[in-house]
């Protein structure tokens, strides 16, 4: 328990309390140090408190209210008004995931099983978000300057300058970002960017009562996730691995890391996450040399052709 918390014991404040994060989370929230998520995937237990906090802090409207026919997961994935999004995957004996998009898992049992081993068998759960990559592909996508990197190595849409060309949308390797057809701008999480120039813990972490959403400067968080997954390990959970964390599987393609990483147990695919996702900017040249070597090689053709119907003459 932090020793400032006696300074606060009513159950009622007439005012915020200075850097109150200090307290909630364990980080003292300061301008020019990296600040993200890590999210630990074994003990969410689907309650959706995140999404609700977020919804309710950033005032978003409600996204596909009613049954998807998928999964018990309601919302279906990340939108211009969902900016957290809890995966349901649910798994059968043969470790298949029966949600869209879930691929075939590595679990022994399933939840129709009469017998189900006791960790996670039936399913996996996942709060997913925003990654502010280090070197997020939608920046060097947007031509306003809409999107911009904040004092906590954070990536927020500033709407009033984002003039909805879309570039950003398919530039984001984990198909964050979107556009609204409220306003016609991109929309996606900023990981709390008011609240935490206030000195408060984002809404969905704060939010979350088993502490699977962690906020905190990513390298204390990276300490804490790689000594979880040695835990794991020792108890037996040898598929537990982090994903974007640096150095670690989803931290590829020019990303350097993200923000916002996670502890998995399956493969990323069984979460709708890209096994090695990349930055669009490093593709911009090949696509280019290749498509200059397809011209040069129909140029050639063309002259091959033409100079031989001309020596028929």
């Known amino acids: 328990m ?10 009622s404040l007439d005012r915020v309390i200075p850097n109150e994060s200090e307290l909630t989370s364990g980080a003292l929230i300061e301008p020019g140090k990296s600040y993200g998520f890590f999210t630990d995937t074994t003990v969410c237990i ?69 017998d189900q081993p ?66 016609g701008k991109a929309h996606k999480c900023t990981l709390c960017y008011d609240r935490l120039k206030g000195g408060l813990e984002p809404a969905c972490a704060k939010s979350c009562p088993t502490d699977s959403i962690m906020f905190g400067e ?37 990303l350097e890391y993200l923000n916002a990483f996670f502890l998995l147990t399956d493969r990323p695919e069984v979460y709708n996450l890209p096994v090695a996702p990349t930055r669009a900017a490093r593709r911009v040249l090949p696509g280019l040399l290749s498509g200059f070597a397809a011209m040069t090689g129909l140029a050639v053709a063309a002259a091959v052709f033409l100079g031989g119907s001309w020596d028929a003459r």
């Open 46 to 114: 689907g309650c959706k408190a995140c999404e609700v906090a977020c919804k309710e802090w950033n005032n978003l409207p409600a996204d596909n209210i009613g049954l998807t026919g998928q999964s018990y997961d309601n919302t279906g994935a990340l939108s211009a008004n969902t900016w957290r999004h809890v995966n349901f995957i649910e798994k059968t004996g043969d470790g298949c995931g029966t949600k869209e998009g879930g691929g075939c898992g590595s679990s022994n049992g399933g939840v129709r099983d009469n």
């Open 118 to 183: 006791a960790f996670q068998s039936g399913w996996l759960m996942m709060s997913d978000v925003c990654k502010h990559c280090h070197n997020p592909p939608c920046m060097e996508a947007c031509p306003t300057g809409a999107l911009f990197k904040t004092e906590f190595d954070t990536v927020v849409v500033q709407q009033d300058i984002c003039n909805g060309c879309g570039y950003c949308v398919p530039a984001c390797p984990f198909g964050v970002v979107d556009l609204s057809a409220l306003d």
């Open 2 to 11: 932090h020793p400032r918390l006696q300074d606060y014991t009513q159950s």
């Open 218 to 254: 990513i390298g204390d968080l990276t300490v804490r996730a790689r000594n979880r997954v040695a835990q794991l390990h020792e108890r037996g959970v040898e598929s537990a691995y982090l994903y974007g964390a640096p150095d670690e599987p989803g931290a590829t393609g020019g």
